[in-house]
């Protein structure tokens, strides 16, 4: 399975950026996707994960009301539609694929594939 995130950017605070990610090599449908970030000299966190029918969506508390997962399984794509960016919100993105079933939704270690990530610097 191949990731290949696109999206990352330059914002001023408040703004917005939207995402992307597009999957390949495997039955999109039936994955569940995952949003993580690492900042500059911390670990890598989760930001959101979204089932394969889209029926489950769960996010990280700093980013909950502000940022929105979603997917088209027509389009092989995961997006993250980011608003009301702040300056803690600068790290690179991750987007992350699991086909296995597992309960966390949020353990990197249980996501088995990664795009390359993408930079989102907001300026304050």
Known sequence: VQ???????LVQAGGSLRLSCAASGRTFSTSV????????GKERE??????????LIYYADSVKGRFTISRDNTK?????QMNSLKAEDTAVYYCAARFRPRI???D?????????G???????
């Open 3 to 9: 990731l290949q995130a696109s999206g990352g950017g």
């Open 33 to 40: 996707m995952g949003w993580f970030r690492q900042a500059p």
């Open 46 to 55: 989760f930001v959101a994960a979204i089932r394969g029918s889209a029926h």
């Open 76 to 80: 092989n794509s995961v997006y993250l």
């Open 104 to 106: 966390s939704l949020t």
């Open 108 to 116: 990197l270690n249980d996501y088995d594939y990664w795009g390359q």
């Open 118 to 124: 993408t930079l989102v610097t907001v300026s304050s």
